[in-house]
């Protein structure tokens, strides 16, 4: 008889999942944080010249589309709604450094519908770094409509790592970069849409480690309209992970699945 060590053995984990990827994945689902509410928050945090730690909180009521387990994969922001040119305009801007975690928010944070500590970690649970390393963002790449005409969400930063998303799940990210020097001169301060959000952005002005945010809750009643990407979880590797969470008694199927399922999936086009 086989034992359940045999029976998890890495070689046949492995053959599951891949047997399990080559099922077809359907069409990808796109989520507005803020989707429906006046563009009144506008922010510049999420590409400035120097280092900024930005966590922002978005309520479960933008993910009402979602109605199935599905994963994260993809992320974008927009200019506002003015007159304007495309961003950057001036040439490429490059990132040492862009990390994006995306994470549950915390039982205090869940409760209050926003970001309740200057603390970054007391503000999450679970989190899951999606996304490591640099980032170029190339000329242009950000484009601008007319005065009064939302913009589009045009430049797509892909995640390493899927975030399995659950229905009805508040969200909290945090993005941690490095600047890009401002290296075009005029390309400082570009601000991005939003929304008006009560607790819903603590940000660190100055190092990019840090663990404390120096603008605390109350300070940016804001947060930005981000377009996620998400695809679903293709059903046998859902079903192989509750099977497996079942053996050994893992009680959150996601710390099996999708933290690890990424690393097959990296080079994997979403919604293929």
């Not at 803020?34 to 922010?43: A, I, K």
């Not at 290296?183 to 607790?199: L, M, P, S």
Request: aromatic share 12%.
């Amino acid at each position: 008889m086989m034992t359940c060590n045999e029976a998890l053995s890495p070689s046949l984990v492995a053959a599951f999942i891949l047997a399990a990827l080559a099922s077809p994945v359907h069409a990808t689902t796109t989520v507005v944080t803020g989707s429906g509410l006046p563009s009144d928050g506008l922010f510049s945090s999420l590409s400035r010249e120097n280092n900024r730690v930005v966590q922002q909180f978005f309520d479960s009521s933008f993910f009402t589309p979602v109605s199935t387990p599905l994963l994260v994969t993809a992320m974008s922001f927009r200019l506002p709604a003015v007159a304007g040119v495309n961003y950057p305009s001036l040439g490429d801007l490059f990132f040492s450094r862009y990390e994006i975690t995306l994470a549950m928010p915390s039982a205090a944070a869940a409760e209050a519908s926003g970001l309740t500590s200057a603390v970054f970690s007391q503000n999450m649970s679970d989190p899951v770094l999606v996304r490591s390393g640099s980032l170029t963002i190339p000329a242009g790449s950000f484009i601008s409509n007319a005065a009064g005409a939302d913009a589009e969400f045009s430049f797509v930063i892909p995640f390493d790592t899927p975030y399995a998303f659950t229905p009805g799940q508040d969200l909290v990210m945090l993005i941690r970069h490095t600047g890009h020097g401002d290296v075009n001169g005029v390309e400082t301060r570009w601000n991005f849409d939003g929304y008006t959000w009560q607790n819903g952005t603590v940000i660190n002005t100055s190092d990019v480690d840090a663990a404390i945010a120096n603008f605390g809750p109350g300070t940016f009643n804001l947060a930005n309209k981000i377009e996620f990407t998400l695809v679903p979880v293709p059903a046998a590797v859902w079903m192989f992970a509750s099977a497996i969470a079942g053996l050994i008694g893992i009680r959150r199927y996601r710390v099996f699945g999708i933290r690890n399922w990424a690393k097959i999936t990296r080079n994997r086009t979403p919604g293929t």
